[in-house]
């Protein structure tokens, strides 16, 4: 069942790093095609948002980084790779 839910978990990073990316990507083109001075405060805005998509960004990696780090799996399954795994 860990499996499944690790599979699960990583499936949702892929899809929100992925979408989080798209995110950003919008948000530095419009700024870039933005009339600055016309639009100040949609300008500010738009800061703001592309801001909040990089710190969710980071904050998600973050949080994998975490997850691995807290995750004895991955040295369980070196082991069995290695032959070493005890049955």
């Known amino acids: 069942m860990k499996d499944k839910s690790q599979k699960t978990s990583h499936s949702l990073y892929v ?8 995110e950003i990507g919008f948000w530095k083109e419009m700024i870039l095609r933005s009339q600055a001075p016309a639009a100040s405060c949609a300008m500010e805005r738009m800061e703001q948002a592309l801001a909040l998509a990089e710190f969710r960004l980071s904050n998600l990696g973050n949080q994998a980084r975490q997850s691995l780090k ?18």
Request: some cysteine; charged content about 20%.
């Open 15 to 22: 899809t929100s790093e992925a979408l989080l990316r798209s």
């Open 70 to 87: 807290n995750d004895p799996a991955p040295a369980n399954k070196v082991s069995c790779i290695r032959g070493n795994s005890q049955h």
